[in-house]
């Protein structure tokens, strides 16, 4: 388990083989997510250079998968 999380003592990051830590501060009033969105589109990145077309195939079959089913809102093609 890789836990992306701002806390080391978050439950997630408590039973992790690994924890990526990100920063909320944001110069905003609120706090944002911005920089753990990095840190996942990094690993992924990282994921795909390893494995390659294999790692590749699996991601369009997610997208696949995801689009069947509904979770995406599609724009109307009337």
Known sequence: IIAITDSPVSPLAQTADCTLLFS????????SIVSGMGVA??????????????AV???ES???????????????KS
Do not use: T, W
């Not at 589109?41 to 294999?54: D, F, I, Q, S």
């Not at 997208?63 to 599609?74: C, D, H, I, K, N």
């Open 57 to 59: 195939n699996k991601i």
């Open 24 to 31: 909320l501060s944001s110069p905003s009033f609120f706090p």
């Open 62 to 76: 997610a997208e696949r998968y995801l689009q069947r089913s509904g979770a995406y809102v599609m724009p109307d």
């Open 41 to 54: 589109e990094c690993l992924l990145a990282m994921l795909v250079a390893r494995h390659g077309r294999e």
